[in-house]
């Protein structure tokens, strides 16, 4: 594992984009009770480490990423801006999708996030072929592809861990082990529960790190990051982590205790951060205000943008679903897929 240079600008960062994560699935909460935001809505509340975590060991842009059905943090770790985020959840065509993605499909090509999957596992072979696009064409570039502990029973895990093993491919598997995947317990879901050493049948070095810690991940993901750009292939992470929330607005979670979940409320990566700043001296009381109205003000301003954004026409309706000609990246003409007011998942 990396050794990590943590000076206090970096650790509010961290701090910061964890806070916006959580008040942003707060926000979407209400939304939801309004039924401003509609159908599925899965929320990462306790998870927000991992994707804080990875991104700060990467360079969102250059590299790509590639994420589940529980992508908001992701994305919103990865850069993506917060307002066409919420107006994507409203279905608004100033969306990040135009609106017509909403919750589980967010996607920017401008941040080379390659969008939520619906299906799990669905990301994992996607992942492969942009890290083999890039090893090609964007030597140094690194594919980060996120999936939860439920998808390593797909058969498209193990035939993307078997490619990317032969083909040595720049790309960080990360998976996000909330110990539950849907709603079965992990011992009764898989016979080897360190996720990690499944990749050792790839011949692949993996590792298992504290999931509610965004500094013991972002050290992870370094030393896993200068491998892969080093040639090494591709790297496996395993973050244990707990999601606080039921798995979507949904569930009744039969499966777990009311206890258990406030145990691991304990561990809350937020303050878990907050404590130990504020015990090391690393931030005062009055700059965790500050990152907190600034949040507010940025989550203010994005519902306001949300709210005020307008529908596509019904004559758009079969737009997009053809592409009329091949985008390369450096392509900005106006009305191409990923250029601005075009819709994002036209590139894909």
């Known amino acids: 594992m990396a050794k ?42 306790g998870e927000e480490a991992v994707a804080v975590g990875v991104a700060a060991a990467l360079q969102p ?41 909403g919750s589980m499909h967010l996607f920017s090509r401008a941040h080379r996030f390659f969008g939520g999957n619906a299906i799990v596992g669905g990301g994992l072979p ?11 064409l964007r030597p140094g570039a690194v594919t980060a ?22 083909w040595k491919l720049p790309l960080l598997f990360v998976c996000e082990n909330n110990l539950y995947a849907m709603g079965v317990p992990l011992a009764q879901g898989e016979v080897e529960t360190d996720i990690w050493r499944k990749a050792r049948a790839y011949r692949m070095p993996a590792v298992q790190v504290d999931g509610m810690d965004p500094v013991q991940v972002e050290a992870a993901a370094q030393g896993a990051v200068q491998a892969i750009r080093e040639g090494g292939g ?8 707990y999601r606080f929330r039921a798995h979507s607005m949904f569930d ?21 951060l907050h404590d130990w700043m504020l015990a090391g001296h690393l931030i005062t009381p009055a700059q965790v205000q500050a990152l907190e109205a600034e949040v507010a003000a940025e989550l203010d301003e994005a519902e306001a943008f949300a709210e005020a954004g307008t529908l596509e026409p019904l004559e ?8 009329p000609r091949v985008v390369q990246d450096d392509d900005g003409a106006p009305g191409a897929p990923g250029a601005p007011g075009a819709a994002a998942g036209a590139a894909g």
């Open 4 to 45: 990590l240079h943590l000076d206090r600008a970096h650790l509010h960062r961290l701090y910061r984009q964890m806070l916006r994560i959580r008040r942003f699935e707060a926000r979407c909460v209400a939304l939801y009770q309004a039924q401003k935001i509609r159908g599925f809505l899965h929320l990462c509340d």
């Open 61 to 101: 842009g250059r590299d790509a990423a590639v994420a589940t059905y529980r992508e908001h943090g992701q994305a919103l770790a990865w850069g993506v801006p917060m307002a066409p985020l919420l107006a994507e959840m409203l279905g608004k065509a100033e969306g990040c999708c135009r609106g017509r993605g």
């Open 126 to 136: 996607l992942a492969a072929g942009i890290a083999l696009a890039d090893q090609r």
């Open 145 to 166: 592809c996120f999936f939860g502990e439920g998808a390593v029973g797909e058969g498209a895990f193990h035939e993307t861990m078997n490619l990317a093993a032969l």
């Open 234 to 241: 591709p790297q496996f992470l395993e973050a244990r982590t």
């Open 252 to 272: 009744t979670q039969a499966y777990r205790s009311r206890e258990e979940v406030e145990g691991w409320k304990h561990r809350d990566p937020i303050p878990r």
């Open 316 to 323: 758009d309706l079969e737009r997009f679903v053809l592409m």
